[in-house]
Protein backbone atom coordinates (compact mmCIF):
# COMPACT_ATOMS: atom_id res chain seq x y z
CA UNK A 1 0.00 0.00 0.00
CA UNK A 2 3.31 2.42 -0.16
CA UNK A 3 2.82 5.27 -1.35
CA UNK A 4 -1.44 4.83 -2.42
CA UNK A 5 -3.99 7.41 -2.77
CA UNK A 6 -5.25 6.36 0.47
CA UNK A 7 -2.37 7.08 2.59
CA UNK A 8 -2.07 10.52 0.99
CA UNK A 9 -5.46 10.83 2.09
CA UNK A 10 -4.97 9.69 5.63
CA UNK A 11 -2.04 11.65 6.29
CA UNK A 12 -2.00 14.27 3.46
CA UNK A 13 -2.89 17.99 5.27
CA UNK A 14 -0.84 19.76 8.03
CA UNK A 15 -3.46 19.72 10.69
CA UNK A 16 -3.45 15.49 9.96
CA UNK A 17 0.34 15.62 10.58
CA UNK A 18 -0.25 17.30 13.78
CA UNK A 19 -2.85 15.18 15.20
CA UNK A 20 -1.59 12.23 17.59
CA UNK A 21 -2.44 9.33 16.57
CA UNK A 22 -4.06 6.46 18.40
CA UNK A 23 -5.06 2.88 18.14
CA UNK A 24 -8.48 1.54 18.94
CA UNK A 25 -8.35 0.01 22.28
CA UNK A 26 -4.27 0.83 23.05
CA UNK A 27 -1.27 -1.27 22.84
CA UNK A 28 0.26 -2.63 25.31
CA UNK A 29 4.28 -3.05 24.70
CA UNK A 30 6.64 -5.06 27.40
CA UNK A 31 10.04 -5.31 27.46
CA UNK A 32 11.82 -7.67 29.97
CA UNK A 33 15.52 -9.56 30.12
CA UNK A 34 17.83 -10.04 33.03
CA UNK A 35 20.37 -7.44 34.05
CA UNK A 36 22.75 -5.98 32.37
CA UNK A 37 20.67 -6.33 28.88
CA UNK A 38 20.10 -2.84 27.80
CA UNK A 39 16.42 -3.35 27.84
CA UNK A 40 15.50 0.01 29.35
CA UNK A 41 17.57 1.61 26.66
CA UNK A 42 15.85 0.18 23.94
CA UNK A 43 12.41 0.60 26.03
CA UNK A 44 13.23 4.77 25.60
CA UNK A 45 14.78 4.51 22.33
CA UNK A 46 11.30 2.97 21.20
CA UNK A 47 8.96 5.73 23.09
CA UNK A 48 11.18 8.13 21.41
CA UNK A 49 10.50 6.61 18.20
CA UNK A 50 6.83 6.46 18.71
CA UNK A 51 6.28 9.73 19.96
CA UNK A 52 8.98 11.64 16.55
CA UNK A 53 5.89 9.49 14.29
CA UNK A 54 3.46 11.46 16.11
CA UNK A 55 2.20 8.13 17.89
CA UNK A 56 0.08 9.00 20.88
CA UNK A 57 2.33 6.57 23.57
CA UNK A 58 3.69 6.85 27.28
CA UNK A 59 6.41 5.15 28.99
CA UNK A 60 6.41 3.42 32.41
CA UNK A 61 8.41 1.33 34.68
CA UNK A 62 8.07 -1.44 37.22
CA UNK A 63 8.35 -1.39 39.91
CA UNK A 64 8.29 2.71 39.71
CA UNK A 65 6.33 4.74 37.56
CA UNK A 66 3.78 5.38 40.92
CA UNK A 67 4.42 6.49 44.59
CA UNK A 68 3.83 2.96 45.74
CA UNK A 69 6.16 0.98 42.84
CA UNK A 70 8.96 3.64 43.71
CA UNK A 71 8.53 2.28 47.46
CA UNK A 72 9.05 -0.72 46.29
CA UNK A 73 11.39 -0.38 43.82
CA UNK A 74 13.83 1.17 47.00
CA UNK A 75 12.12 -1.86 49.58
CA UNK A 76 13.44 -3.98 46.81
CA UNK A 77 16.99 -2.86 46.54
CA UNK A 78 17.46 -2.30 50.43
CA UNK A 79 15.66 -5.63 51.87
CA UNK A 80 18.68 -8.74 52.61
CA UNK A 81 16.38 -11.65 52.64
CA UNK A 82 12.66 -12.12 51.86
CA UNK A 83 10.38 -14.93 50.72
CA UNK A 84 9.54 -15.43 47.11
CA UNK A 85 5.54 -14.74 48.15
CA UNK A 86 6.50 -11.77 49.91
CA UNK A 87 8.15 -10.20 46.96
CA UNK A 88 5.87 -11.35 44.93
CA UNK A 89 3.02 -9.21 46.94
CA UNK A 90 4.69 -6.30 46.72
CA UNK A 91 5.62 -6.37 43.24
CA UNK A 92 1.87 -7.18 42.37
CA UNK A 93 0.72 -4.57 44.62
CA UNK A 94 2.72 -2.16 42.95
CA UNK A 95 1.46 -3.33 39.13
CA UNK A 96 -1.97 -3.26 40.27
CA UNK A 97 -1.68 0.48 41.34
CA UNK A 98 0.40 0.98 38.26
CA UNK A 99 -2.77 -0.47 35.85
CA UNK A 100 -5.22 1.73 37.85
CA UNK A 101 -3.15 4.52 37.92
CA UNK A 102 -1.24 4.78 34.49
CA UNK A 103 -1.86 1.95 32.27
CA UNK A 104 -5.63 1.31 31.53
CA UNK A 105 -6.33 4.98 31.55
CA UNK A 106 -3.99 5.24 28.66
CA UNK A 107 -5.34 2.10 26.52
CA UNK A 108 -8.55 2.95 26.97
CA UNK A 109 -7.22 6.74 25.32
CA UNK A 110 -6.06 4.50 22.51
CA UNK A 111 -2.54 5.33 23.13
CA UNK A 112 0.39 3.02 22.95
CA UNK A 113 2.33 1.95 26.35
CA UNK A 114 5.60 0.93 26.27
CA UNK A 115 6.49 -0.42 29.80
CA UNK A 116 10.14 -1.45 30.83
CA UNK A 117 8.75 -5.07 32.56
CA UNK A 118 5.72 -6.63 33.62
CA UNK A 119 3.81 -9.95 34.23
CA UNK A 120 6.73 -11.70 32.98
CA UNK A 121 9.73 -10.30 35.18
CA UNK A 122 7.75 -11.96 38.45
CA UNK A 123 7.62 -14.85 36.61
CA UNK A 124 10.87 -15.09 35.61
CA UNK A 125 12.60 -13.52 38.81
CA UNK A 126 10.40 -14.72 41.49
CA UNK A 127 9.53 -17.95 40.16
CA UNK A 128 12.17 -19.46 38.22
CA UNK A 129 14.92 -17.85 39.83
CA UNK A 130 13.76 -17.98 43.27
CA UNK A 131 11.66 -21.23 43.12
CA UNK A 132 7.87 -19.55 43.76
CA UNK A 133 5.25 -21.30 42.58
CA UNK A 134 4.64 -20.71 38.82
CA UNK A 135 1.16 -21.29 38.88
CA UNK A 136 0.27 -19.00 42.01
CA UNK A 137 2.35 -16.38 40.45
CA UNK A 138 0.39 -16.48 37.75
CA UNK A 139 -2.91 -16.26 39.13
CA UNK A 140 -1.35 -13.24 41.06
CA UNK A 141 -0.32 -11.75 37.82
CA UNK A 142 -4.05 -12.31 36.44
CA UNK A 143 -5.31 -10.35 39.38
CA UNK A 144 -3.29 -7.54 39.35
CA UNK A 145 -3.60 -6.92 35.88
CA UNK A 146 -7.16 -8.09 35.22
CA UNK A 147 -6.07 -9.93 32.42
CA UNK A 148 -4.38 -7.78 30.75
CA UNK A 149 -2.00 -9.74 28.36
CA UNK A 150 0.66 -7.50 26.40
CA UNK A 151 0.18 -7.35 22.47
CA UNK A 152 3.83 -7.67 22.02
CA UNK A 153 6.73 -8.72 24.15
CA UNK A 154 10.22 -7.75 23.78
CA UNK A 155 12.63 -10.05 25.24
CA UNK A 156 16.46 -8.98 24.97
CA UNK A 157 18.41 -12.34 25.19
CA UNK A 158 21.74 -11.87 26.77
CA UNK A 159 24.06 -14.53 28.53
CA UNK A 160 24.60 -13.45 31.88
CA UNK A 161 28.41 -14.04 31.72
CA UNK A 162 28.47 -10.76 29.66
CA UNK A 163 25.32 -9.01 30.59
CA UNK A 164 26.38 -8.94 34.44
CA UNK A 165 30.19 -7.92 33.06
CA UNK A 166 28.26 -5.44 31.40
CA UNK A 167 26.69 -4.14 34.60
CA UNK A 168 29.85 -4.38 36.40
CA UNK A 169 31.64 -2.20 33.32
CA UNK A 170 33.86 -4.70 32.90
CA UNK A 171 35.31 -4.93 29.02
CA UNK A 172 32.40 -6.22 26.57
CA UNK A 173 32.84 -9.95 25.28
CA UNK A 174 31.12 -8.69 21.88
CA UNK A 175 33.18 -6.55 19.78
CA UNK A 176 31.42 -3.54 18.41
CA UNK A 177 28.39 -4.25 20.59
CA UNK A 178 26.92 -1.34 22.20
CA UNK A 179 24.84 -2.32 25.01
CA UNK A 180 23.86 1.70 25.71
CA UNK A 181 23.37 0.66 29.47
CA UNK A 182 25.55 2.40 31.89
CA UNK A 183 26.87 1.17 35.29
CA UNK A 184 23.43 1.62 37.27
CA UNK A 185 23.93 2.13 40.84
CA UNK A 186 20.35 2.82 42.85
CA UNK A 187 20.40 5.22 45.37
CA UNK A 188 21.29 2.87 48.57
CA UNK A 189 24.29 2.13 46.43
CA UNK A 190 22.75 -1.57 46.19
CA UNK A 191 22.30 -3.95 43.53
CA UNK A 192 20.41 -6.42 44.91
CA UNK A 193 19.58 -8.80 42.31
CA UNK A 194 22.63 -8.28 39.72
CA UNK A 195 25.00 -9.40 43.05
CA UNK A 196 22.95 -12.78 43.43
CA UNK A 197 25.06 -15.97 41.60
CA UNK A 198 25.32 -16.83 38.63
CA UNK A 199 22.73 -19.39 38.45
CA UNK A 200 19.97 -17.32 39.60
CA UNK A 201 20.52 -15.33 36.24
CA UNK A 202 21.28 -18.26 33.99
CA UNK A 203 17.30 -19.10 35.89
CA UNK A 204 15.89 -15.94 34.67
CA UNK A 205 17.52 -16.00 31.32
CA UNK A 206 15.79 -19.96 30.88
CA UNK A 207 12.31 -18.86 32.16
CA UNK A 208 12.16 -16.21 29.87
CA UNK A 209 13.17 -18.33 26.79
CA UNK A 210 11.27 -20.80 27.92
CA UNK A 211 8.01 -18.79 28.28
CA UNK A 212 8.72 -17.29 25.13
CA UNK A 213 8.25 -20.57 23.35
CA UNK A 214 4.67 -20.67 24.39
CA UNK A 215 3.16 -17.61 22.98
CA UNK A 216 3.24 -15.79 19.81
CA UNK A 217 3.28 -12.65 21.68
CA UNK A 218 7.43 -13.00 22.28
CA UNK A 219 9.62 -11.53 20.01
CA UNK A 220 13.21 -12.95 21.32
CA UNK A 221 16.12 -10.42 20.35
CA UNK A 222 19.79 -11.41 20.45
CA UNK A 223 21.40 -8.31 22.98
CA UNK A 224 24.42 -8.95 21.68
CA UNK A 225 24.49 -6.89 18.70
CA UNK A 226 24.50 -3.17 18.13
CA UNK A 227 22.37 -0.93 19.95
CA UNK A 228 21.11 0.46 16.69
CA UNK A 229 20.18 -2.73 15.25
CA UNK A 230 18.23 -4.17 18.07
CA UNK A 231 16.10 -0.85 17.77
CA UNK A 232 15.73 -1.53 14.38
CA UNK A 233 14.44 -4.86 14.82
CA UNK A 234 12.25 -4.12 17.75
CA UNK A 235 10.75 -0.97 15.09
CA UNK A 236 10.11 -3.35 12.43
CA UNK A 237 8.23 -5.49 14.21
CA UNK A 238 6.35 -2.95 16.86
CA UNK A 239 5.62 -1.17 12.79
CA UNK A 240 3.63 -4.31 11.64
CA UNK A 241 1.35 -4.71 14.71
CA UNK A 242 0.58 -1.22 14.48
CA UNK A 243 0.14 -1.29 10.73
CA UNK A 244 -2.32 -4.10 11.39
CA UNK A 245 -4.10 -2.20 13.82
CA UNK A 246 -4.50 0.91 11.41
CA UNK A 247 -2.08 2.91 11.55
CA UNK A 248 -1.34 3.88 7.70
CA UNK A 249 2.03 3.22 6.52
CA UNK A 250 3.06 6.68 5.59
CA UNK A 251 3.42 7.67 9.26
CA UNK A 252 6.67 5.73 9.16
CA UNK A 253 7.80 7.77 6.90
CA UNK A 254 7.56 10.96 8.18
P1 LIG B 1 15.81 -2.08 38.26
O1 LIG B 1 16.86 -1.25 38.87
O2 LIG B 1 14.69 -1.42 37.60
O3 LIG B 1 16.45 -3.13 37.27
P2 LIG B 1 16.20 -3.28 35.72
O4 LIG B 1 16.68 -2.04 35.07
O5 LIG B 1 16.97 -4.51 35.37
O6 LIG B 1 14.71 -3.47 35.51
O7 LIG B 1 15.29 -3.00 39.41
C1 LIG B 1 14.20 -3.75 39.32
C2 LIG B 1 14.58 -5.10 39.85
O8 LIG B 1 13.40 -5.75 40.28
C3 LIG B 1 15.22 -5.97 38.78
O9 LIG B 1 16.33 -6.62 39.33
C4 LIG B 1 14.16 -6.98 38.47
C5 LIG B 1 13.34 -7.04 39.73
N1 LIG B 1 11.94 -7.41 39.53
C6 LIG B 1 11.50 -8.61 40.08
O10 LIG B 1 12.27 -9.34 40.70
N2 LIG B 1 10.18 -8.97 39.91
C7 LIG B 1 9.29 -8.17 39.26
O11 LIG B 1 8.09 -8.52 39.12
C8 LIG B 1 9.77 -6.93 38.70
C9 LIG B 1 8.83 -6.02 37.97
C10 LIG B 1 11.10 -6.58 38.87
Same mark, same amino acid.
Do not use: M
Given at each position: MAGTQQEEMDFGSDSERMKKRTVEGGLLITFEGGEGVG??????????????????????????????GNNVRSWIKRANSSSPLAETLLFEAARAQLMFETV??? #?????? /?? $? !??????? =? +????????????????LN?????? #?????? /?? $? !??????? =? +??????????????????????????????DQPMNFHQNIRNGYLEMSKKDSR???????????????????????LLIERAIPEAVFRS
Open positions: KSTQAERLFHKLQSFGIDSIQAQEPGSSDLRPA #LDRGKV /VV $L !DRYTDST =L +AYQGYARGGDLQTITQNIATAN #LEPHLT /VL $L !DLDPKVS =L +ARVNNEPDLFSGADSGSPTRVDDEGQRRFEWCVIKADQAGHRIADAILKRVRR
